[in-house]
């Protein structure tokens, strides 16, 4: 509880520096994977708090969002190798985004920043799985995760983003991720560490450059440091650190059916409406040399190259949601070089599918990881292909989303055993 408190209070004093400000908020999503918003917030019943005391209208008349969300994921492996075991992991979030832009009187200016407590055990460590169950579990922490200050250009056209903040929150990352509760579907690729791509929450310091050239199609590009081991050089995220080698990341993306926006192209239960589509292409590469297992030399660089696309597949009125969507996604890297070098995802989402009066979503999903056999251990068998499968279905009531999930893995962490899990997910706007 008092780290929860502590999040709360860091979360409220930065929107209390902010009440100077006199424009609207920016209404881009600022929060990726499983912790963005399956519903747009605006109606204050979707909040459990509603208007805390009129303090989030007044705040938002001045141009400051704030945002607390409770996250819990749980499972129970029904059959593996290992004992049966429920496990469960918690997150609490505070975000606040701010619009600068009436305070230094020059618009296109906005400020972000998310601090978050996490904790319990991970499922997925347990069973020795690539494809973890959990899309939030990693390391226990009280954190400051990212933070950025942000311009924007030519009606959002240029976006140029400096301070602290996560590669795979917006490169590799699942634009699906709220439908699907296993890792690499509602998050991002597990294996973009191996070019030591950050992810969240032990974000690196950044900067990075997004241009909109024509209707519908985006570029960006991304510079962070490369620090491997963030957790423990900068355990609170309090003080960047700039260790490592640089790791840039590079995307290409096009959407269909809607504007692309100058940040990230938002997936909820208000932009599904018709056809929309999101293709996008990247690569990660790093200047670090990194060992080669069958030989004594060190490669002098790293790379990834992955490729995604979501699109809605059909709909019941092509003017709204309900219907079917698909998402697809591959990556791969040097076997030399990358112990799991390649990964696949695939899935399909049916949005409405229960005649009630709650949103509700049923999500099929599939994961494929291989192992280099680079990699093998002298006189082990050869690495299997782990195949992950899960389907859960999303149902939302006002500030809570509650989402029960049953999972199958086959060959897991690419030997032969086999589980089964089953689980929830349980999120609160608070």
């Known amino acids: 509880m008092q780290n929860t408190r502590a999040i709360v209070t860091v979360a409220w004093c930065l929107c209390a520096l902010a009440c100077p400000v006199y424009s609207q908020a920016t209404q881009e999503e600022t929060l990726p994977g499983a912790n963005a918003h399956e519903t747009t917030p605006g109606p204050l019943h979707s909040y459990l708090f509603a208007d805390w005391g009129g303090k989030r209208t007044r705040l938002a008349e001045k141009?400051?969002?704030?945002?607390?969300?409770?996250?819990?994921?749980?499972?129970?492996?029904?059959?593996?190798?290992?004992?049966?075991?429920?496990?469960?992991?918690?997150?609490?979030?505070?975000?606040?985004?701010?619009?600068?832009?009436?305070?230094?009187?020059?618009?296109?200016?906005s400020f972000h920043a998310t601090a978050l407590w996490q904790?319990?055990?991970?499922?997925?460590?347990?069973?020795?799985?690539?494809?973890?169950?959990?899309?939030?579990a990693s390391v226990n922490t009280f954190r400051l995760d990212s933070w950025w200050v942000q311009k924007q250009w030519l009606d959002e056209r240029l976006t140029v983003?400096?301070?602290?903040?996560?590669?795979?929150?917006?490169?590799?990352?699942?634009?699906?991720?709220?439908?699907?509760?296993?890792?690499?579907?509602?998050?991002?690729?597990?294996?973009?560490?191996?070019?030591?791509?950050?992810?969240?929450?032990?974000?690196?310091?950044?900067?990075?450059?997004?241009?909109?050239?024509?209707?519908?199609?985006?570029?960006?590009?991304?510079?962070?440091?490369?620090?491997?081991?963030?957790?423990?050089?900068?355990?609170?995220?309090?003080?960047?650190?700039?260790?490592?080698?640089?790791?840039?990341?590079?995307?290409?993306?096009?959407?269909?059916?809607?504007?692309?926006?100058?940040?990230?192209?938002?997936?909820?239960?208000?932009?599904?409406?018709?056809?929309?589509?999101?293709?996008?292409f990247g690569a990660s590469y790093n200047l670090q040399k990194f060992p080669e297992p069958a030989s004594a030399t060190l490669r002098s660089s790293n790379y990834l190259l992955y490729a995604m696309a979501n699109q809605a597949l059909w709909r019941v009125d092509p003017r709204e949601a309900r219907g079917l969507d698909g998402t697809f996604g591959y990556d791969w890297s040097p076997p030399s070089v990358n112990r799991n070098n390649t990964a696949l995802m695939a899935g399909l989402r049916f949005n409405e599918p229960l005649p009630i009066h709650l949103h509700n979503t049923m999500s099929l999903g599939y994961v494929q990881n291989s192992l280099s056999q680079q990699f093998l251990p002298p006189g082990m068998p050869a690495f299997k292909t782990e195949h992950g499968a899960e389907f859960n279905t999303l149902i939302v009531v006002g500030p809570f989303l509650w989402q029960p999930v049953i999972q199958y893995y086959a060959n897991a962490g690419g030997g032969v055993e086999r589980a089964v899990v089953f689980g929830f997910r349980i999120k609160v706007e608070l």
């Open 63 to 109: 141009g400051v969002k704030f945002d607390f969300q409770y996250l819990n994921e749980s499972f129970l492996n029904l059959k593996s190798e290992q004992k049966e075991r429920f496990t469960s992991w918690d997150r609490v979030r505070g975000t606040v985004d701010i619009d600068l832009g009436a305070w230094i009187e020059k618009p296109g200016w």
């Open 119 to 136: 904790g319990g055990s991970d499922v997925g460590a347990y069973l020795g799985l690539l494809a973890d169950p959990s899309g939030i």
């Open 161 to 280: 983003r400096a301070g602290q903040f996560a590669e795979q929150d917006s490169y590799g990352d699942q634009n699906y991720g709220t439908s699907f509760v296993f890792e690499p579907m509602s998050y991002a690729f597990g294996n973009l560490a191996t070019t030591q791509e950050s992810y969240s929450p032990p974000s690196t310091p950044a900067f990075e450059i997004r241009f909109v050239p024509i209707h519908h199609v985006y570029v960006k590009s991304m510079v962070v440091s490369g620090e491997p081991s963030q957790f423990s050089h900068n355990p609170t995220g309090l003080v960047p650190q700039f260790r490592g080698d640089p790791v840039s990341v590079s995307e290409i993306g096009f959407t269909s059916g809607k504007r692309t926006p100058a940040i990230r192209p938002a997936d909820n239960a208000t932009t599904r409406r018709g056809y929309t589509g999101l293709y996008k």
